[in-house]
């Protein structure tokens, strides 16, 4: 793990490989450790930089505005690298394409899994499972909060929670605690948002775009990859990953590797 001081905050990140610069940006709920089963099979051929966002992990949170992905133009201005390719899942899938639009020239491809986009408003199918799986909880009590959210997105509306690794929830479930911490702190900070948001620019992003999601993921985040894939110039909709939902990057690491292995420059 290395620090650097990005924008004014310190930001940890780890730094394995070399070649073309690849960065990992990972799920709200979850921080750079969801990346460890696409870490060392991308740097045979990759400098891969798997970071924490601000807030998360073991990166710090200075009480001073910034947004996500204006931090993702500056680590890379830290590192002096001009261009990278951003792998989001997620949150991080959604602060790529807002970087990718805000910071068009340092991103030279996208591959998204199970991203949400800026300016996306939720279904009342999706609000509803979500009352459903999770309800109405404390927001104070991280390890019920957290419960209920890897039951959404972990586990899935189409599965069991005995369906999945127990190994695969209690990581996922530790790392979301850590992660509701860092939201609640967040929540004091004025985080920017990109203006205008992404969804009615994505016709915009002018890299190679690759787009997949879990085959149990909610099906908003499965017609939003449709429609990323769509509207992208340069679209490309991965089949969904068997066997997996929201974070298929972290709980089918071998389908994803391979995909990204194809597709990253």
Request: with cysteine.
């Amino acid at each position: 793990m290395t620090k650097i001081e990005v924008n004014g905050a310190v930001l940890a990140y780890d730094d394995l490989g070399a070649g073309t610069p690849v960065v990992l940006l990972h799920a709200g709920i979850a921080d750079r450790r969801m990346w460890r089963g696409q870490v060392d099979a991308l740097a045979a051929r990759h400098r891969v930089l798997a970071l924490d966002l601000r807030g998360y992990g073991e990166s710090e949170l200075p009480p001073a505005p910034f947004a996500h992905h204006d931090d993702v133009a500056g680590f890379l201005d830290a590192l002096g690298v001009p261009r990278a390719a951003l792998v989001g899942c997620s949150f991080g899938g959604k602060v790529a394409v807002d970087t990718a639009l805000a910071h068009p020239d340092r991103v030279s491809a996208l591959a998204l899994f199970g991203a949400p986009v800026s300016g996306h408003e939720w279904s009342e199918e999706t609000e509803q499972l979500w009352e459903d799986l999770v309800g109405d909880v404390d927001p104070e009590d991280f390890a019920a909060t957290a419960a209920g959210e890897v039951r959404f997105w972990v586990v899935g509306p189409g599965r069991r929670t005995e369906d999945v690794d127990p190994e695969l929830i209690r990581f996922t479930e530790e790392m979301d605690q850590r992660a509701l911490a860092a939201e609640l702190a967040l929540s004091a900070v004025e985080v920017g948002e990109l203006d205008p948001p992404a969804i009615d620019r994505l016709d915009e992003l002018a890299v190679p775009v690759l787009v997949g999601t879990g085959v149990h993921d909610v099906a908003d985040i499965r017609r939003l990859a449709d429609r990323i894939a769509a509207e992208a110039p340069q679209g490309v909709r991965l089949a969904d990953v068997p066997d997996a939902a929201h974070l298929a990057p972290l709980e089918r690491p071998e389908p994803v590797n391979e995909a990204l292995r194809e597709f990253l420059p």
